[in-house]
């Protein structure tokens, strides 16, 4: 019923910033929460942030906090993640979810199928 497509992967300096979108199409965008998570080669998937489906309130992996910011345009069914001061550390691929407001990934209902981010060192 939804259907989520992310954006804006690529290779960046340590330090540089990145601007991650997920534009969702299906069912009413502004009815779900939305979050956002990532995997590393060899690690398992890790929550990184998430907004609830107003904006108005925000949770983030203590990793990324002051780093990181989540934030969506109901108007136009998109969620970003600006990312900054990234490290080699953030370096994975990035998914955009739709489900219920958290942290644990079997909150969410519907997944993208990412976007890789790079930081070199």
């Known amino acids: 019923q939804v259907q989520l497509v992310e954006s804006g992967g690529g290779l960046v300096q340590t330090g540089g910033s990145l601007r991650l979108s997920c534009v969702a199409s299906?069912?009413?965008?502004?009815?779900?929460?939305m979050g956002w998570f990532r995997q590393a080669p060899g690690k398992e998937r890790e929550f990184v942030a998430a907004i609830n489906w107003s904006g108005v309130m925000t949770y983030y992996a203590s990793s990324v906090k002051g780093r990181f910011t989540i934030s969506r345009d109901n108007a136009k069914n998109t969620v970003y993640l600006q990312m900054n001061s990234l490290k080699p550390e953030d370096t994975a691929v990035y998914s955009c979810?739709?489900?219920?407001?958290?942290?644990?990934?079997?909150?969410?209902?519907?997944w993208g199928q990412g976007t890789q981010v790079t930081v070199s060192s």
């Open positions: 979810a739709a489900g219920g407001f958290g942290s644990r990934i079997d909150r969410y209902d519907y």
């Open positions: 299906g069912r009413t965008f502004s009815s779900y929460a």
